[in-house]
């Protein structure tokens, strides 16, 4: 499978190129209702070629609707979750993530993937950041003494953008690395993830010293189930 877009990003490593550039389209209908979307996502991803603006338009043009979602949407008190909607034919993943106030990720990268990120309730802000150094400071699993040991630069901070209801986002990892936080101290955030090809695991990063950490990403719930108490306390890119 391809994956191409209109814009000029240059991809890394494993993500395929964009030489064949294909015109993005308007959804064939508008958009109605999640299983709508899920069908038309299958449908867009069972192509060789797959235009960036062409699913970003789709998901956009879905307009969240709580009683779709609301099964899927498992909050913890503590920490954002990953729910699992649909694998996608092995194509994609589609999750739901539910951030509690004050919830956030850590700076991550996205392994290689396409991200796409729709909003189904409240807002989110993304920070993104340039990738550290090369040759710059390698971890070998987390360090648990939170400290920064002093070593590296802070991570470049490269833009701010606020997230609102149904508004759709896109990165990968050519476009540098991202943290994600819901700014409000009262009101819970909701947002729809896809990601293509699926992964489970990325890199976190230390914002004030650049070093790197491999993180596994797990899910809170599939399908509207929630996982095992083991499965569920691994780890996200999580920041609190
Ligand atoms: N990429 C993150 C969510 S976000 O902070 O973009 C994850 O999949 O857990
Ligand atoms: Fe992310």
Redesign the pocket.
């Known amino acids: 499978m391809e994956i191409t877009s209109m814009q000029d990003v240059r991809l890394r490593s494993k993500l395929p190129s964009y030489e064949a550039l294909r015109p993005a389209q308007t959804p064939d209908s508008p958009i109605n209702g999640l299983d709508n979307l899920i069908s038309e996502l299958h449908r867009i991803f069972r192509d060789d070629v797959v235009n960036i603006e062409h699913v970003s338009e789709v998901m956009a043009s879905y307009q969240s609707n709580p009683a779709d979602w609301k099964k899927f949407a498992k909050f913890d008190r503590f920490r954002?979750t990953?729910n699992l909607v649909d694998e996608g034919n092995g194509k994609f993943n589609l999750m739901i993530?539910c951030w509690g106030p004050d919830h956030g990720?850590a700076v991550?990268d996205?392994a290689d993937a396409h991200?796409f990120?729709k909003m189904l309730q409240g807002t989110l802000s993304e920070v993104r950041f340039s990738w550290p150094d090369q040759g710059g400071a390698e971890e070998q699993g987390h360090d648990d003494d939170g400290d920064d040991d002093g070593e590296g630069r802070p991570l470049e901070e490269i833009s701010r953008t606020d997230l609102c209801l149904n508004d759709v986002g896109y990165i990968n990892d050519s476009m540098g690395l991202?943290?994600?936080e819901n700014p409000s101290h009262s009101d819970p955030a909701v947002s729809l993830?896809l990601?293509s090809p699926p992964f489970s695991s990325?890199s976190v990063f230390n914002q004030r010293t650049g070093r790197r950490s491999q993180c596994p990403?797990t899910f809170w719930s599939k399908r509207g189930k929630k996982v095992d108490k083991e499965a569920r306390s691994a780890t996200?890119?999580e920041d609190n």
């Open positions: 954002y990953r993530l990720s991550h996205h991200c990120m991202h943290r994600v993830h990601y990325c990403v996200t890119p």
